[in-house]
């Protein structure tokens, strides 16, 4: 299949370099200015959709670029939260015709989202991979063998058999969520909740080390799980049954102190749920959707105090 992804960044990169290694050609979509590309990216991926503890690899991805006018089965689009519209007017300026495929953070109603993609064929979806590109194109990146995807009746788009075999030759696997806006909703409230947590002292600058130190403190993730139940109380509050994502919301049920000690002992034996925790570096992308979480919950009127306290530290 010819699969494009719009700009260079981990995410698309990560995926592209899968979709590329299974047979498919693989396109770029640069934005305006962006034109100074390598012509190929040095891989280091932990591969987790063979092994689950993963397998260290080394690849060299080839970069190509994608040209005006041109027609794609599917377009991934893996952005900033807030910078979608301008990453859509891009495809839309360019005449780039596909199935767009959004792995993005959304913190709207389905309306909204509507709104933003506008007239073109969509599919929401969330990836289960991150990483890290330095300055000298060296993608040091983990991939899952999953990706969360929404259902076909949910779906927006007439190819969507298409996608599952475009997903399965790279062997990556499918979960299906009841609704994939909710699911990404409660993704983001969990995120808040870690988020707020890492960084309760007011310090973020060094979310990688934040990181590391909660996934060795059971304590700290005693007190996650305790932020975690406050913010999911945000989505909730949103009209969302969380009794329909029992699996996903099953280790905050348990008491915190077990939920803590367990976790620990996971980050502690997984290297691919450990990585990918540390990895990723943006703070103004992390710090987004504890805002929202943080925004709506006030907007509420809910008592939210752990996390509140936290995020206001942070925040000032």
Same mark, same amino acid.
């Given at each position: 299949?010819?699969?494009?992804?719009?700009?260079?960044?981990?995410?698309?990169?990560?995926?592209?370099?899968?979709?590329?290694?299974?047979?498919?050609?693989?396109?770029?979509?640069?934005?305006?200015?962006?034109?100074?590309?390598?012509?190929?990216?040095?891989?280091?991926?932990?591969?987790?959709?063979?092994?689950?503890?993963?397998?260290?690899?080394?690849?060299?991805?080839?970069?190509?670029?994608?040209?005006?006018?041109?027609?794609?089965?599917?377009?991934?689009?893996?952005?900033?939260?807030?910078?979608?519209?301008?990453?859509?007017?891009?495809?839309?300026?360019?005449?780039?015709?596909?199935?767009?495929?959004?792995?993005?953070?959304?913190?709207?109603?389905?309306?909204?989202?509507?709104?933003?993609?506008?007239?073109?064929?969509?599919?929401?979806?969330?990836?289960?991979?991150?990483?890290?590109?330095?300055?000298?194109?060296?993608?040091?990146?983990?991939?899952?063998?999953?990706?969360?995807?929404?259902?076909?009746?949910?779906?927006?788009?007439?190819?969507?058999?298409?996608?599952?075999?475009?997903?399965?030759?790279?062997?990556?696997?499918?979960?299906?969520?009841?609704?994939?806006?909710?699911?990404?909703?409660?993704?983001?409230?969990?995120?808040?909740?870690?988020?707020?947590?890492?960084?309760?002292?007011?310090?973020?600058?060094?979310?990688?080390?934040?990181?590391?130190?909660?996934?060795?403190?059971?304590?700290? %993730?005693?007190?996650? +799980?305790?932020? #975690?139940?406050?913010?999911?109380?945000? &989505?909730?509050?949103? =009209?969302?049954? !969380? /009794? $329909?994502?029992?699996?996903?919301?099953?280790?905050?049920?348990?008491?915190?102190?077990?939920?803590?000690?367990?976790?620990?002992?996971?980050?502690?034996?997984?290297?691919?749920?450990?990585?990918?925790?540390? %990895?990723?570096?943006? +703070?103004?992308? #992390?710090?987004?959707?504890?805002?929202? &979480?943080?925004?709506? =919950?006030?907007? !509420? /009127? $809910?008592?939210?105090?752990?996390?509140?306290?936290?995020?206001?530290?942070?925040?000032?």
């Amino acid at each position: 299949m010819r699969v494009a992804i719009l700009g260079l960044g981990v995410i698309g990169t990560t995926y592209a370099y899968a979709f590329q290694k299974a047979g498919h050609e693989v396109f770029h979509i640069l934005r305006d200015g962006k034109k100074d590309i390598p012509s190929e990216v040095s891989v280091h991926l932990l591969d987790g959709r063979y092994d689950s503890k993963g397998e260290e690899k080394e690849g060299i991805y080839r970069v190509t670029a994608a040209h005006e006018n041109e027609e794609f089965d599917f377009i991934f689009v893996s952005v900033a939260s807030g910078n979608l519209n301008s990453a859509l007017d891009t495809i839309n300026k360019r005449n780039i015709k596909g199935t767009i495929v959004l792995f993005c953070n959304f913190w709207n109603e389905r309306k909204e989202v509507e709104q933003l993609v506008g007239s073109l064929p969509y599919i929401l979806a969330f990836p289960t991979a991150g990483g890290h590109m330095d300055k000298n194109w060296n993608l040091n990146c983990v991939l899952f063998d999953h990706i969360m995807l929404e259902a076909e009746e949910k779906a927006r788009i007439d190819n969507y058999s298409d996608l599952i075999t475009l997903l399965t030759s790279a062997d990556i696997k499918q979960e299906i969520p009841y609704d994939m806006l909710e699911w990404i909703w409660i993704h983001m409230a969990i995120n808040a909740g870690v988020t707020s947590t890492a960084g309760r002292n007011g310090v973020i600058d060094n979310p990688n080390q934040l990181a590391k130190d909660l996934m060795g403190d059971a304590k700290a %993730l005693k007190l996650a +799980v305790k932020s #975690i139940r406050e913010t999911l109380k945000v &989505v909730e509050g949103r =009209g969302v049954n !969380l /009794g $329909l994502y029992k699996n996903e919301l099953l280790p905050y049920k348990i008491p915190a102190g077990l939920a803590g000690i367990l976790m620990k002992k996971l980050f502690s034996s997984n290297e691919l749920t450990y990585r990918i925790m540390t %990895l990723h570096s943006d +703070v103004n992308d #992390i710090l987004y959707g504890c805002r929202c &979480v943080y925004d709506e =919950g006030k907007k !509420l /009127g $809910l008592e939210l105090p752990l996390f509140y306290n936290s995020l206001e530290r942070i925040i000032v």
